[in-house]
């Protein structure tokens, strides 16, 4: 199976097919971003006011207590389908895009958002996309679903710390 023709089909239906997914892809025309250079990095900062429900999520231990994890399966839209692989993980379309192409590759269970038993996966999943970048937020780094495992993938070649 050639997983990323498989994504970026599922890219272009849900964007069809869903309407937040489609908005939010189309308001990315409007993003803002500046670089900053530094003596020995860049970075590139990003405005898109569409992510901020994702990106100012409350993910203090009460509120994660209080809410439904909306990676599992029950709690996901009606309109968000997904591409199994591997009978552990699924590959979903990110609703709060912040590249054209943004993937959350989920573990099918709800577990702690911890990579180190993962690893070994998250390369093996890597070699699967060859034309994106597959990333891991912490629990502690920006996850906006820190008792979940995911990771994201997204277009090759837009994050500062592919060319550093």
Partial sequence: M???????????????????LHNNTKSLL??????????????RVQFNPER???SAAKV??????????????????????GIMYADKYEFLCNPFPIFNKHYTITHINHIPQEI??????FLDISKLLPDLVLFYNSPNCGASAPDHLHFQAGNLGL??????
């Fill in 60 to 81: 203090d231990k009460d509120s994660i207590s209080k809410r439904q994890c909306f990676l599992c399966k029950h709690h996901r839209p009606a309109e968000q389908k």
């Fill in 30 to 43: 409007s993003t803002r971003v500046k670089t900053f250079s530094f003596n020995h990095f860049t970075m």
């Fill in 52 to 54: 901020i429900i994702s």
């Fill in 2 to 20: 050639n997983y990323q023709k498989e994504i970026y089909d599922l890219l272009e239906e849900q964007k069809l097919n869903w309407p937040l």
């Fill in 116 to 121: 180190f038993k993962s690893f070994g996966e």
């Fill in 159 to 164: 994050l500062p710390l592919e060319k550093e």
